[in-house]
């Protein structure tokens, strides 16, 4: 079992809906959890960092942790083309060490 | 506030040579750890700098090492280059006394070995 599995998607879904991704973990020790966006061709770009169990929200964007069910989701509100991008998770367990694993990221596609 | 730079932004070998990439860390930032992202997949956790030394490391073979320079820059370097190490090299950034691992990345260095 991989430490940190993601759909690859794509994800396709109208302009104005709202979008869930999600990610399940395995190891129980994850303490720290992040959302990455990666448009093609470039560097991912940090969206989202929570460290406990609950809600985060940014604008259009909430991430929710339940450590118990080892999942994560981000949600995006009033989607827009311009979110049309590969998200990524990603978690880590400063204990350990401060190696971040991440999901192999979903596709997004926002239609217009 | 200049963000995470990586050079060169692609570049084209033949297996069997060397390659050097560079970065420079977000403004601020004491942190560099490199990454390897394969086409369709997530980025893989090469090492990380601090204080000029190498911190953490993932499972790549000793074909790949780095440096990290005073001024908190750094280098990767891969030898004996293989069909297999073309992808996106990611740089990310973090500054070890935040006491968070939020990691801001670079645009990425494309190797392309023939």
């Known amino acids: 079992q991989k430490e940190v599995e993601q759909d690859p998607g794509p994800l396709s879904v109208p302009e104005g809906a709202i979008v869930s991704l999600n990610c399940t973990y395995s190891n129980s020790a994850f303490q720290y959890f992040m959302w990455y966006r990666q448009y093609s061709r470039k560097g991912p770009e940090l969206l989202m960092y929570?460290?406990?169990?609950g809600n985060k929200e940014d604008g259009r964007f909430t991430a929710q942790v339940d450590k118990s069910s080892k999942y994560i989701s981000l949600f995006i509100r009033d989607s827009q083309p311009s979110d049309s991008a590969t998200y990524l998770c990603a978690m880590g367990d400063m204990n350990r060490d401060d190696k971040i694993i991440f999901g192999k990221g979903t596709r997004l596609h926002i239609l217009p | 506030d200049a963000g995470v730079t990586q050079s060169p932004t692609h570049l084209i070998k033949t297996r069997g040579q060397q390659v050097t990439l560079r970065c420079s860390p977000k403004s601020g930032h004491d942190t560099v750890s490199w990454y390897q992202q394969a086409l369709g997949q997530g980025p893989q956790f090469i090492f990380q700098?601090?204080?000029?030394?190498?911190?953490q490391r993932g499972n790549f073979p000793d074909r790949f090492s780095g440096h990290q320079f005073p001024n908190y820059s750094s280098e990767l370097n891969v030898n004996a280059l293989l069909l297999g190490d073309s992808a996106l090299y990611l740089c990310?950034?973090?500054?070890?006394?935040?006491?968070?691992?939020?990691?801001?990345f670079g645009p990425g260095t494309r190797l392309t070995v023939l």
């Open positions: 929570t460290y406990s169990s």
């Open positions: 990310a950034s973090s500054f070890v006394g935040q006491g968070t691992n939020e990691q801001f």
């Open positions: 700098y601090y204080e000029e030394e190498e911190r």
